[in-house]
């Protein structure tokens, strides 16, 4: 499937959100992450079914100031 992840057009093997970032080694709570603008909470990935073409966000939390 075609995906636009953080801005980057990928091929991936994935039909869910979880399974996306499973794929993609972004495991863990401290994630956010949005379909086509739209925030996806950590409790729905697994049902959250992904189509071509569809724009993912990830987006992980930094530490600094």
Excluded: C
């Amino acid at each position: 499937m075609r995906l636009i992840i953080n801005g980057e057009t990928q091929i991936v093997d994935a039909t869910t959100l979880s399974q996306l970032l499973t794929t993609l080694e972004y495991e863990g709570e401290w994630l956010a992450t949005a379909v086509n603008g739209e925030l996806i909470h950590r409790e729905e990935r697994n049902d959250h079914t992904l189509f071509d073409n569809d724009k993912i966000e990830i987006l992980t939390p930094m530490q600094g100031g």
